[in-house]
């Protein structure tokens, strides 16, 4: 179940509550222990605390919201590779179940589980993909077991552990994204009632629409397409760094070093991978607390990107 143990981390990460920084002398005069204890703070908040809002996490955030007539319902996100379909999606659903954690009675023990976020990975057929939702519930699941018997079954676990959104990554994987992939899905969408969200790359269009006569079931899939920031450094890139340049934690840092002279550098460096990014600039943090320098500067980006 490391699978369900990773996203716990994701999610926790997104609970980390930025420090409240400290004047600089007060800092120097910390004991050794107080003074460690803050930066390691400062470097949970840099490595899982700093977050981006962009378009496409807005709309996805939207789409994952319950509503009254929308029910069990698809939601396929495409994009070419960086375009940050998975980090959005993640980003989303991880906020999703955050939320629903911070309004639940319930004790840790006996809490739901919200949200399911599955890899199909080098899945070869349909079948896999409710493989990968059970192996995430930390259900058994028998070689030789019918094809609807584990896609039943997998229903009967969501409804019970009150699942509300099931996350397919890499679903381009699936044997062509054909009808039979599109019925499996559909199927754990209006039967366990959740929302699904298919990420793959490259997806035709009117891939997971499933055919079933019944428009009910063709109203129910949405589709958003992701291009990212992968062409240049534009305004949308600069947006993005300076969200993350302005929840830094460090002392000597200038506001606006990255966004005035690095976006083009950074944008080169990563990709133009709004994931890249964010892990690029947080490891840049936690190295310059651990230097002292305090301040992240072009030598510093450039020796983490050469290492």
Known sequence: M?????WTQVVDGLQVSAPAMIPRSAYKSLTPERRGAFNVARAQHHMGGLSVHTTAVA???RLLL?????GGRVVVVDGPPRSGKSWSVMRSAARFETCVRTHSAAPASERSVPVVYASVGTAKSSPDAAGAVAQFLGMSVTPRGSRGGLVGNVCDELVRAGTR???LDDA??????GNEAAELVHKIAGVADVCVVVIGLGLPD???????GFTQTQLRTWRTSMTGCE???????RGIVAQLESQLRLY???PGTLTAGCCGLLHRWTGGSIADLVGLVGAAAVDVVGSGSEAITTDVLERLCSS
């Not at 319950?66 to 929308?70: F, K, M």
């Not at 381009?172 to 994204?177: I, K, N, R, T």
């Not at 009117?206 to 079933?212: I, K, Q």
Request: a negative charge; glycine letters at 10%.
């Open 252 to 254: 000597e840092h200038v």
């Open 59 to 61: 709309d996805i955030e």
């Open 66 to 70: 319950p509503s009254r007539d929308r």
């Open 2 to 6: 490391w699978e369900r143990v990773w």
């Open 172 to 177: 381009h994987m699936l044997s062509g994204c």
């Open 165 to 167: 959104v099931v996350v």
């Open 206 to 212: 009117g891939a997971f629409h499933f055919d079933s």
């Open 231 to 237: 062409g240049t450094a534009g305004d949308e890139w």
